[in-house]
């Protein structure tokens, strides 16, 4: 498969570091979007424009700032290395989300919400297909569905479906700089097509807040997609923190996966998708991740700490131990090892796993039906259900030995 261009010289793109949480009165901005408020005023130590990169083999620590080597203990401390590995992942791997532009219009009507963007001067208009559920009482929860819902649709819960492939194409690696986002932020803009689709949740976000018409409850919002649009939907999970739950399905490398870990499969003679394969099959990741694919220990980070992002929301990870191009372990111990950042937030039952085999790749089985609404139902639903699973069906934990992989411990965050 498609070798990626690479260079021995990375070539970093800076982005502004926010360096303060504000305290409960205020909101802060990540990424151009509001975010939960700390608990507490706190300094965010300031991440350098230009970082030397050290070799890390192992999946690099939560818990120690990147910008200053200090640890975090307490949940406000929590907020600020979010937002540093926010800024990480936008610099080597995603490229930059932009602020939410001057004007977000829209509109509902027939089953379709148009969303309507000008950025100085430069408009897109997109839609979105509206299904409202057929039982239940309004407002209802709903689910973005990133390129159509592959997940059996929940009862009393409306779908969002969101076309993310007009928004910024994915054909192959022909596709960069194509789609309506692309039209507005120029067909040079460093985010690649996952970033560009996280930005388009936004802005769905936006118009829903201004349209009370459509009878939605905006605090139980989740996005879900599955394979390359699970990956998607763990991006817009991770920059959008009006998404309630985060539900990504057979994500692979990529998504659920850690670059370390499917490289070390691969080492290991099995067949699984890599970040040197990836970034020659298409335009998911930056241009400047194409620097790095060849030196994963160099990256400050591991999908680990992309999942990282929506702690302590609610995430389910949905995947299949059967697909090798998938990285079963890798996705296993990635969200295994992901989860103990819930853990230090006291939030462990808000992140749980499920990987099971014996299916079609995207077709979700029956015996996955009880952990989905679990989750569907507490985060959706307001119920008080058991989400406290990370379990695999693969033999022997697919091999995976936390102490491989993990040499950092875990706080309590207080
Ligand atoms: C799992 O997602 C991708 C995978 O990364 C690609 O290598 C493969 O071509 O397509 C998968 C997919 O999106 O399948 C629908």
Same mark, same amino acid.
Do not use: R, Y
């Given at each position: 498969p498609g070798a990626a261009s690479s260079s021995s010289t990375p070539t970093p793109t800076p982005t502004p570091t926010p360096t303060t949480v504000p305290s409960t009165t205020t909101s802060t901005t990540v990424g151009g979007t509001s975010s939960t408020p700390a608990p507490t005023s706190t300094n965010c130590p300031t991440l350098p424009s230009s970082i030397t990169l050290k070799a890390i083999s192992k999946l690099p620590d939560p818990f120690t700032f990147v910008a200053d080597g200090s640890k975090v203990t307490t949940k406000a401390q929590w907020q600020c290395r979010q937002q540093e590995i926010s800024q990480l992942f936008q610099r080597y791997e995603l490229g930059t989300l932009p602020p939410k532009p001057s004007s977000v219009t829209g509109s509902y009507s027939g089953s379709t919400l148009t969303v309507n963007v000008n950025n100085g001067g430069t408009s897109i208009s997109f839609s979105v297909s509206v299904q409202l559920p057929s039982?239940?009482?309004?407002?209802y929860p709903a689910i973005i569905a990133?390129?159509?819902?592959?997940?059996p649709t929940p009862a009393g819960v409306a779908v969002l479906t969101f076309n993310n492939n007009d928004m910024a194409q994915q054909t192959d690696s022909t596709s960069r700089g194509k789609g309506k986002f692309y039209t507005l932020y120029g067909s040079s803009a460093t985010a690649s097509s996952m970033m560009a689709w996280a930005w388009g949740v936004s802005r769905i976000i936006d118009v829903l807040e201004v349209t =009370?018409?459509?009878?939605?409850?905006?605090?139980?919002l989740a996005v879900s997609g599955c394979s390359r649009n699970g990956k998607g939907a763990m991006v817009a999970g991770a920059f959008e923190p009006r998404i309630a739950l985060t539900i990504p399905q057979e994500s692979g490398s990529g998504g659920g996966g850690c670059w370390r870990i499917s490289d070390a499969m691969l080492a290991a003679g099995v067949n699984t998708q890599t970040a040197s394969e990836i970034v020659g099959e298409n335009v998911w990741f930056s241009t400047n991740f194409a620097n790095y694919v060849r030196q994963v220990?160099?990256? =400050?980070?591991?999908?680990h700490l992309l999942a990282a992002l929506i702690a302590p929301r609610a995430l389910l990870v949905i995947d299949n131990t059967g697909i090798d191009w998938l990285g079963p372990k890798s996705v296993w111990g990635c969200m295994k090892t992901a989860n103990k950042v819930w853990q230090a937030l006291g939030a462990t039952a808000n992140m749980g796993v499920s990987q099971v085999g014996n299916?079609?790749?995207?077709?979700?089985?029956?015996?996955?039906q009880g952990d989905l609404d679990a989750f569907i139902n507490k985060f959706l639903k307001g119920q008080n259900t058991n989400t406290a699973f990370v379990k695999t069906d693969g033999a022997n934990g697919l091999g995976f030995v936390d102490s491989d992989w993990v040499d950092w411990s875990v706080p309590t965050l207080t």
């Open positions: 039982s239940g009482t309004a407002p990133m390129g159509g819902l592959s997940i =009370p018409s459509l009878k939605l409850d905006l605090t139980k220990p160099n990256l =400050p980070f591991d999908h299916h079609n790749h995207c077709a979700f089985p029956s015996n996955e």
